[in-house]
T-cell receptor
Framework: RKEVEQDPGPFNVPEGATVAFNCTYSNSASQSFFWYRQDCRKEPKLLMS???SGNEDGRFTAQLNRASQYISLLIRDSKLSDSATYLC?????????FGAGTRLTVKP | DGGITQSPKYLFRKEGQNVTLSCEQN?????MYWYRQDPGQGLRLIYYSQIVNDFQKGDIAEGYSVSREKKESFPLTVTSAQKNPTAFYLCATGQPYEQYFGPGTRLTVT
C-alpha cells in the first residue's frame, strides 16, 4: 500500500464549480500535512498547510481527519487558473511523502 | 532575488554517460534535497543534506551521487549505474515542514 494515495483524476469541471479532492495516508504517525500545486512541467509550490481544526484560504478549504487518516481540499468557484495537479504531502518524522497528484482541468 | 536555481532545464545524454545536475540556492537554508518525479508517481527522495559536508541517502539513492562542499550548492550526479535515469529532477531547500523547489531539470537518456 502506498504511503500517500490520491485519485489521479483527471477532474474536468466548468468554471464556477466546486470540486473536492481526497487523499489518504497509511502511517498513523504522520505529523503534518500539506497541499502543493504543480503546474504542467513546473515545480511544486506550497498551496496550504492542513491543520487539525481545518483551515481556509480564500476559495480553498483544507480538512484533516486523523481518525480516518485522510485529508481533503475543497475549491469553490473554480477559475481557469486553478487548472493544475494538486499534490497531497504528508510529513512523517521529518520525511516528506508525496502523493502522485490529482489533475484538475477547469473549462470555460 | 532569493531562490533556487537548477540548470540546465533540459538535458539529453547517451546511455553510459555520467551527468551532473546543478542546484544553487541563496536562501541561506541548511537543508537541501533532491527528488525524482516520474509520470503517475509521487516525488521520490534521492539524497538530502542537512549541513555542509554531510548528506544522507533517500529512498532511491542507487545510481546517484551528491556532494555538499558549500551551503549554496548541492549538485547531483546521475551515474551510468542508474538503470532508468530519464525523469524530471527537482532540487528543494527549506525545512521539512515547508520546502521550496527549484524549476527542475528534465533529463532524457537514450
Amino acid at each position: 500500500r502506498k504511503e500517500v494515495e490520491q485519485d489521479p483524476g483527471p477532474f474536468n469541471v466548468p468554471e464556477g464549480a466546486t470540486v473536492a479532492f481526497n487523499c489518504t495516508y497509511s502511517n498513523s504517525a504522520s505529523q503534518s500535512f500539506f497541499w502543493y500545486r504543480q503546474d504542467c512541467r513546473k515545480e511544486p509550490k506550497l498551496l496550504m498547510s492542513v491543520y487539525s481544526s481545518g483551515n481556509e484560504d480564500g476559495r480553498f478549504t483544507a480538512q484533516l481527519n486523523r481518525a480516518s487518516q485522510y485529508i481533503s481540499l475543497l475549491i469553490r468557484d473554480s477559475k481557469l487558473s486553478d487548472s493544475a495537479t494538486y499534490l497531497c504531502v504528508v510529513n512523517i518524522a521529518g520525511d516528506m511523502r508525496f502523493g502522485a497528484g490529482t489533475r484538475l482541468t477547469v473549462k470555460p | 532575488d532569493g531562490g533556487i536555481t537548477q540548470s540546465p532545464k533540459y538535458l539529453f545524454r547517451k546511455e553510459g554517460q555520467n551527468v551532473t545536475l546543478s542546484c544553487e540556492q541563496n536562501l541561506n537554508h541548511d537543508a537541501m534535497y533532491w527528488y525524482r518525479q516520474d509520470p503517475g508517481q509521487g516525488l521520490r527522495l534521492i539524497y538530502y543534506s542537512q549541513i555542509v559536508n554531510d548528506f544522507q541517502k533517500g529512498d532511491i539513492a542507487e545510481g546517484y551521487s551528491v556532494s555538499r562542499e558549500k551551503k549554496e550548492s548541492f549538485p547531483l550526479t546521475v551515474t551510468s549505474a542508474q538503470k532508468n535515469p530519464t525523469a524530471f529532477y527537482l532540487c528543494a531547500t527549506g525545512q521539512p515542514y515547508e520546502q521550496y523547489f527549484g524549476p527542475g531539470t528534465r533529463l532524457t537518456v537514450t
